[in-house]
């Protein structure tokens, strides 16, 4: 699970933190860790990974991907069409680096 939720925002350049991911998904199993801070980032990374891991067999719906993005954007101020589908007027675009 750790390896996928690292690999998965590399292809848009974000780097997660190994250990704080680890530390999120280890207290959700109810499982021991070191107590520290967890970014938000990295907290709604392992919160959706986990919704996948105990919903997998569930038909995948708009709502529960509009909780996924929300979790997934965890602690973003700059964004406000999040949890839902965009609203702006311009075309949809796919920048590659």
């Not at 109810?30 to 990374?45: C, D, F, I, S």
């Amino acid at each position: 699970m750790i390896h996928e939720t690292l690999k998965s925002p590399e292809i848009e350049g974000k780097m997660l933190n190994r250990d704080s991911l680890q530390s999120s998904i280890r207290r959700h199993f109810g499982l021991a860790t070191e107590k520290q801070r967890v970014p938000p980032a990295e907290q709604g990374m392992a919160d959706m990974v986990l919704d996948l891991y105990h919903h997998f067999d569930l038909p995948l719906h708009h709502h529960t991907m509009f909780q996924w993005h929300e979790k997934l954007m965890m602690g973003r101020r700059d964004l406000h069409d999040i949890g839902c589908y965009r609203t702006g007027d311009e075309p949809m675009q796919v920048v590659s680096g």
